[in-house]
């Protein structure tokens, strides 16, 4: 089944103990993004990824990393994680042609104590 | 800058009753339309791209340039058509944005 896997489904931690929510895509997508969700905000881009090792940062790349060494996973990372970043992750995938649009996986949700 | 404007934050409708879930956009370029849809606790799906002309679900959007707009239409709403709806303009594969969402709810 063509798909967007992340882990874990739900995350609690303290606040700046490092973490990595891993996204994998067996779609073959060249592109790669990570988004959260907060409440009255919707969807925010954090970092994206064209290929591998080609990343970008989105609308909200502070206190994140990526890294995209195989054209399949995009981890996320978040080095010192504060009660800001709690929120729900989605990472999500596209070909390379935009118009079939992205698929997105089931989400993370993150809670940052 | 790419902007996509979504006024209502929720709508409510009776089932049966004609739904329309408004979008507007603001992009210099040729813009990438899509609605998004997420239902209670699931992933974000895609619903409709303006590129296909397509129908889902019941759904129809047609992409307006010269008002801005993508607004998501439904003749007769069902209570399974209860979600948050996302309008989203592309610009780019890389660039995805998203409006700040619809709640809808459909009643019996």
């Known amino acids: 089944e063509a798909q967007v896997t992340q882990n874990p489904r739900y995350l609690i931690t303290v606040t700046g103990k490092k973490l990595t929510v891993t996204c994998s895509q067996n779609m073959n997508h060249e592109y790669m993004s990570w988004y959260r969700q907060d409440p009255g905000l919707g969807l925010r881009q954090i970092y994206y990824s064209m290929n591998v090792e080609v990343t970008d940062k989105g609308d909200v790349p502070e206190g994140y990393k990526v890294s995209r060494k195989e054209k399949r996973n995009f981890p996320l990372i978040l080095e010192s994680p504060s009660p800001n970043q709690t929120s729900l992750y989605f990472c999500?995938?596209?070909?390379?042609?935009?118009?079939?649009?992205?698929?997105f996986g089931s989400g993370t949700r993150l809670t940052v104590v | 800058a790419q902007r996509v404007t979504q006024p209502e934050k929720l709508l409510s409708v009776f089932k049966g009753a004609p739904v329309e879930l408004k979008c507007n956009y603001s992009y210099s370029g040729s813009p990438e339309l899509f609605w998004y849809v997420q239902y209670s606790r699931q992933r974000l799906q895609l619903l409709l791209r303006?590129?296909s002309r397509e129908s889902i679900k019941g759904f129809t959007a047609d992409l307006n340039k010269g008002e801005t707009s993508f607004h998501l239409k439904k003749p007769f709403a069902q209570e399974e058509d209860s979600a948050m709806y996302y309008c989203a303009l592309q610009s780019g594969s890389e660039k995805l944005v998203f409006g700040k969402g619809t709640k809808l709810t459909v009643n019996p």
């Open positions: 303006h590129i």
């Open positions: 999500a995938s596209s070909p390379w042609d935009s118009n079939f649009g992205y698929t």
